[in-house]
């Protein structure tokens, strides 16, 4: 891209993009993105609610906040949601702004296996409160 | 010229030189109109909440380990820097909230002209300020 300007190939765009062409799985990330989007806008007006009215709680009773089943189900719900539409989020994040390929690969691989990993030890924890 | 890309860079001048064409101007030219705000916010704060999780986490580790444990996560969210934590938490929050409805009404379709993107922009500001203030004084008062 820089130097004095010369032209050494010619080649169409579509002879480029040949057998460089759709996984035929575009649309899956965008879609998952707003879907969990979507799921956590209920999820989050529910989470404030319970955060306030948490708010100087005392151990036992957030231990017997998380026991009922309506809670623990929907603090599951908003955990998967959240983790899963926090990868989605940063991994467009990286692709956008890293542009050394290994780099980006590296990252995104290491912010999934991060969420993964929280959003586990976030379930296995509300499970042991819950269960 | 290595990339289909670039053959739109480079033109001839006058004197039937190859030269590169000038670039556009980059963001510090612009003034900042509210979507153009909005927009990096959006994914400042969503990257700000990702942070946050791990605040999330240790209170939820906490509360299935010991009391002492989540004595002592409750003990660092009434701090001076928990409640900045939590208050910056909160902001981000809400901001995103809001900010992501307006960009999932965007997905349906609906509202991209500017006279309307730019009132429900001011929108998305004026309900993050009031919905934050409004959440810590409740928080406050049941705390």
Not at chain 1, 14 to 40: K, M, N, V, Y
Not at chain 1, 101 to 121: F, P, Q
Not at chain 2, 11 to 29: I, T
């Amino acid at each position: 891209m820089s130097g004095t300007p010369h032209i050494d190939m010619l080649r169409s765009p579509l002879g480029r993009a040949r057998g460089l062409g759709s996984a035929r799985a575009g649309s899956r990330h965008w879609w998952a993105q707003r879907l969990t989007a979507l799921a956590l806008v209920p999820l989050t007006l529910w989470f404030i609610f319970s955060v306030i009215h948490l708010s100087g709680a005392s151990h036992q009773v957030v231990i017997d906040w998380l026991s009922a089943p309506l809670t623990l189900g929907l603090m599951l719900a908003l955990i998967v949601a959240t983790f899963h539409h926090l990868q989605l989020g940063v991994q467009v994040v990286i692709e956008d702004y890293v542009h050394d390929e290994r780099i980006k690969i590296a990252s995104v691989l290491a912010v999934r296996a991060l969420c993964v990993l929280l959003a586990l030890i976030c379930i296995v924890s509300v499970l042991k409160i819950g269960l | 010229m290595r990339d289909v890309r670039d053959a739109q860079m480079i033109a001839r001048n006058s004197d039937g030189k190859l030269v590169r064409r000038p670039l556009s101007p980059h963001l510090q030219v612009y003034r900042w109109p509210v979507s153009m705000a909005l927009s990096i916010l959006h994914r400042i704060t969503g990257c700000a909440l990702g942070v946050g999780t791990l605040l999330f986490t240790w209170w939820i580790v906490a509360a299935a380990s010991s009391d002492d444990a989540f004595d002592r996560a409750q003990w660092f969210m009434g701090s001076a820097l928990g409640l900045l934590l939590l208050f910056g938490w909160s902001v981000a929050l809400i901001f995103h909230f809001f900010s992501g409805i307006r960009h999932l009404v965007w997905d349906a379709g609906i509202g991209f002209d500017a006279p309307t993107y730019n009132t429900t922009g001011w929108g998305v500001i004026i309900a993050t300020a009031v919905c934050t203030v409004l959440v810590w004084i409740v928080g406050l008062a049941v705390w």
